[in-house]
């Protein structure tokens, strides 16, 4: 007992320090989950101003942008240093019109602009002393004067002891959560509205597929929904950063996100305002990006989209959309599944479940070891959408019931099927799908009183 109260005064001091912290963010943002296009996956360090219009060009041809597909956000490697005053100087050789100038460029096209720092002293790869710590003000007063919509913030300078360098922050969660908020008040400082996505470290308890010696980006488990929901409008969770695989081991894969988001997070946290981050979408890349892993399936992709969707993650596409019409078309068929899209985009805003997982949770489970998900999401007009994830060698009869869901189990439900886009019929008691390997059965239970599935 001594351990336990030892434990819970901790936690009511932690929570009283960041109480003093708790100022809201106000942009009035983050509604719905973000629907985007980042630079990373496709082109790491490299992507340059054409690459950026190309693709923006590539958005509107696609239609992407017309099913919400609106930011456009450059990632780390347009940094160059600071100059004498200690504002940002952007990578002329790759950026020669300036990042104001692309900005002006992609709003006259209808899009938005979204840009990157970090939130210690250190980035992921832009030049040196081009993190943002010690210049929250002057960085978010640039960024805004650029027309910035979008704002990603790494945490590549993450201290777990002693300082090293007076270019780090701790991943304390009181200290940590202090410098998410100075940079989030000094964008409302702005007056501009400016979407702020973070990346906050935890350190790992190592149980069920946490891995005990890591540090996966993830909010820090004191952290309430109150304070999640005034910090930022997004909030990454992953093991390791998304490789274009299906199962990665160090380098992470897809299935190691999943696990990340229903176990390093609390899914209830995400709502309107404030999501868990899955991290961006490696669907379509088929091994051609910047990132580790050499492709996907289709089946693959798919099961990725889906799962996204679901869990209400963000929709960071990050593949090259300038060639997928012609390289694969059955891939941007996919991506413009406006069913899947819509589920992610409810206007109920509400948060997903695990309803079951097989094997269940368990200490020492790894993501190998798990073979088979179901995951559950509320939606407006009394709906549900239901992904039944195979995650296993082969095909599978995969099923669950209505009590597990939540529903009477004497209701008859009309059953859509979002992948294949039309009605499936009705179900009692019980939804039964045989689902390929690496693959998804996903539909939306509606009460039979409607007349269709409404999207």
């Not at 932690?14 to 912290?21: G, I, R, V």
């Not at 960024?143 to 360098?165: H, I, M, Q, S």
């Not at 922050?169 to 009181?174: A, E, G, K, L, R």
């Not at 100075?182 to 996505?197: E, M």
Request: charged share 20%; proline share 5%.
């Amino acid at each position: 007992m001594q351990g336990e109260g030892r434990a819970a005064i901790m936690r009511f001091i932690t929570c009283c320090m960041l109480a003093a912290h708790a100022a809201a963010l106000d942009n009035s943002l983050g509604l719905r989950p973000p629907m985007a296009w980042s630079s990373w996956n496709r082109f790491g360090l490299q992507a340059n101003e054409q690459d950026i219009i190309e693709t923006a060009r590539a958005l509107l041809s696609t239609g992407l942008a017309d099913l919400g597909y609106k930011y456009v956000n450059i990632d780390a490697g347009y940094l160059a240093a600071r100059d004498s005053t200690g504002k940002l100087i952007v990578t002329k050789s790759r950026y020669p019109s300036g990042i104001k100038h692309l900005g002006d460029t992609l709003h006259a096209m209808g899009l938005k602009l979204g840009v990157y720092t970090d939130i210690s002293g250190h980035t992921c790869g832009d030049g040196p002393g081009t993190g943002s710590k010690g210049h929250y003000d002057l960085d978010a007063a640039t960024f805004a004067e650029w027309g910035a919509d979008y704002l990603k913030v790494d945490f590549c300078g993450p201290n777990t002891t002693a300082t090293r360098d007076d270019r780090d922050i701790s991943v304390d969660p009181v200290v940590q959560y202090e410098a998410w908020a100075s940079l989030r008040d000094a964008l409302n400082r702005t007056g501009r509205p400016i979407y702020y996505s973070i990346c906050p470290h935890t350190k790992s308890d190592g149980v069920g597929t946490e891995r005990p010696w890591s540090l996966p980006y993830a909010p820090p488990p004191s952290w309430t929904r109150a304070q999640r929901h005034a910090l930022a409008n997004s909030i990454l969770v992953e093991y390791a950063n998304t490789a274009d695989q299906w199962i990665g081991g160090s380098e992470g894969g897809i299935v190691e996100n999943i696990d990340a988001m229903l176990h390093a997070t609390k899914l209830e946290y995400s709502a309107a305002g404030s999501w868990n981050d899955a991290d961006m979408l490696q669907t379509c890349n088929y091994g051609k990006g910047n990132t580790p892993g050499s492709g996907m399936t289709l089946n693959e992709y798919r099961a990725h989209y889906a799962v996204w969707s679901i869990l209400a993650s963000p929709l960071i596409l990050g593949n090259d959309i300038r060639s997928i019409s012609q390289d694969h078309p059955d891939c941007l068929a996919l991506l413009l599944n406006d069913d899947i899209v819509a589920v992610n985009q409810d206007s109920a805003a509400l948060p997903a479940r695990l309803v079951s997982q097989t094997p269940p949770m368990a200490p020492k489970l790894t993501s190998a070891d798990i073979t088979s998900q179901v995951l559950a999401r509320p939606l407006s007009q009394n709906r549900l959408a239901v992904v039944l994830l195979n995650r296993g060698p082969s095909a599978a009869r995969l099923d669950v019931g209505w009590s597990d869901l939540g529903l009477d189990v004497t209701r008859n439900m009309l059953v859509y099927d979002v992948i294949h886009r039309k009605s499936a019929g009705t179900a009692t008691g019980k939804l039964i799908r045989l689902v390929p390997s690496h693959d998804v059965a996903f539909v939306i239970l509606s009460p039979k009183e409607l007349s269709v599935a409404v999207i």
